[in-house]
């Protein structure tokens, strides 16, 4: 059986360098949440490899695994308005179109039960 290739979409060129800058920053000023997260799933603790704060597309995904073509979006309280909301829905939708699956979890959810979204992306991974 021959596996299904797997690519990642690049962004816009005339977008890639400013979201590049902005993915760097974001990786040195990350909030708790991220943190504490990134600390469970980098280096393959989960079998798998995560990127944080990749470009794909014209997107910063907070974590990527490449393989199993998974982005996770860690949500600060600025998620609840309801623009930012539409925004996300539409985001994605677009990267559901091109085979990519998105969980989100709010800064809370993984502040106050990490041990919980640990099992939870390690059933996803598992599917």
Known sequence: MIEKERHIEAA?????NLLKDHSRENRR????????LWQRIR???????FRRQHVLLDY??????QEKMLIIEVDGGYHNVTEQ?????ERTARL??????VV?????????????????LKEILDE
């Open 29 to 36: 000023c990350s909030t708790p949440a991220e943190d504490m």
């Open 96 to 101: 559901a179109t091109m085979g990519y699956r």
């Open 85 to 89: 909301q539409s925004l996300d829905e």
């Open 60 to 65: 910063i995904a907070d974590f990527f695994c």
């Open 104 to 120: 989100r979890f709010t800064n809370e959810e993984i502040i106050e039960g990490l041990e919980a979204i640990i099992i939870k």
């Open 43 to 49: 280096a393959r603790q989960l079998g798998y490899k």
């Open 12 to 16: 816009n060129p005339d977008w890639y």
